[in-house]
C-alpha cells in the first residue's frame, strides 16, 4: 500500500547549524507533497510545501527539495533557532486527497 | 484565512458513553474534511475522509458503527464516538481543504480520556 518513510526519528542540533529530515514516498501518482510542524498539544501547522511540478521552494529559513525519479523529499532548515524545536510531519498526497503521513521527526535545538 | 476549530478541547467521560467532537471551518467551505487520532509520540493516523452531503470514507481496521461521522453542510463535520472504552483514549484531530485547493489546514484538535 501508499506508505510515505521518514528519517531520522530524532534530530539534535546546536542553535545555529542545519538540519535536515528526509522522506520517501511510494505512490508515484503524488503530486503534492507539505510539511507540517506540531508543538505538543497543539495542531500541526503547514510550514511549506511543493508540488511535482517544482524541483526546489525556500522560504526564508526553510526550503523543501523533491526528486520525482527518486520519490524523495527534503526538508532543510537552516541558522536554527529553539523555537525550531518540534515535530516535523511531511506528508504526500494525489492533490485534494488523503495525505499519507510520514512517521515524524522530533527536532531538538540545543541553545 | 483558513482557520479551523473543533469543539471541545478535551473530553472526559465514562467507559460506554458517547461523545461526539464538532470540526468547523470558520472561514471558508470545506467539501471535504479528515479525521485523525494520534496517540503520543506517534504521527497522525487518517480515519476517515468525509464528504459533504455523501456517507464517509473510513481506512481499512476503523470501524464506521463505532466512528460515526456525519459532514452535514460545508462547515461542519461531526465525529461521535459511540460506546468509548479506554482504548479509544486518543488525541482526535480534524482538518479541512479548502475548496479545490491541496492545503488541508488542521484544528487544534480534541483530547479524549475515557475512564
Known amino acids: 500500500g501508499e506508505n510515505v518513510e521518514q528519517h531520522p526519528s530524532t534530530l539534535s542540533v546546536q542553535e545555529g547549524d542545519s538540519a535536515v529530515i528526509k522522506c520517501t514516498y511510494s505512490d508515484s501518482a503524488s503530486n503534492y507533497f507539505p510539511w507540517y510542524k506540531q508543538e505538543l498539544g497543539k495542531r500541526p501547522q503547514l510550514i511549506i510545501d511543493i508540488r511535482s511540478n517544482v524541483g526546489e521552494k525556500k522560504d526564508q529559513r526553510i526550503a523543501v527539495t523533491l526528486n520525482k525519479t527518486a520519490k524523495h523529499f527534503s526538508l532543510h532548515i537552516t541558522e536554527t533557532q529553539p523555537e525550531d524545536s518540534a515535530v516535523y510531519f511531511c506528508a504526500a498526497s494525489r492533490g485534494t486527497y488523503k495525505y499519507i503521513f510520514g512517521t515524524g521527526t522530533r527536532l531538538k535545538v540545543l541553545a | 484565512g483558513a482557520v479551523v476549530s473543533q469543539h471541545p478541547s478535551w473530553v472526559i467521560c465514562k467507559s460506554g458513553t458517547s461523545v461526539k467532537i464538532e470540526c468547523r471551518s470558520l472561514d471558508f467551505q470545506a467539501t471535504t474534511m479528515f479525521w485523525y487520532r494520534q496517540f503520543p509520540k506517534q504521527s497522525l493516523m487518517l480515519m476517515a475522509t468525509s464528504n459533504e452531503g455523501s456517507k464517509a470514507t473510513y481506512e481499512q481496521g476503523v470501524e464506521k458503527d463505532k466512528f460515526l461521522i456525519n459532514h452535514a453542510s460545508l462547515t461542519l463535520s461531526t465525529l461521535t464516538v459511540t460506546s468509548a472504552h479506554p482504548e479509544d483514549s486518543s488525541f482526535y484531530i480534524c482538518?479541512?481543504?479548502?475548496?479545490?485547493?491541496?492545503?488541508?489546514?488542521f484544528g487544534p484538535g480534541t483530547r479524549l480520556t475515557v475512564l
Open positions: 482538518s479541512a481543504n479548502r475548496e479545490l485547493t491541496d492545503t488541508q489546514y
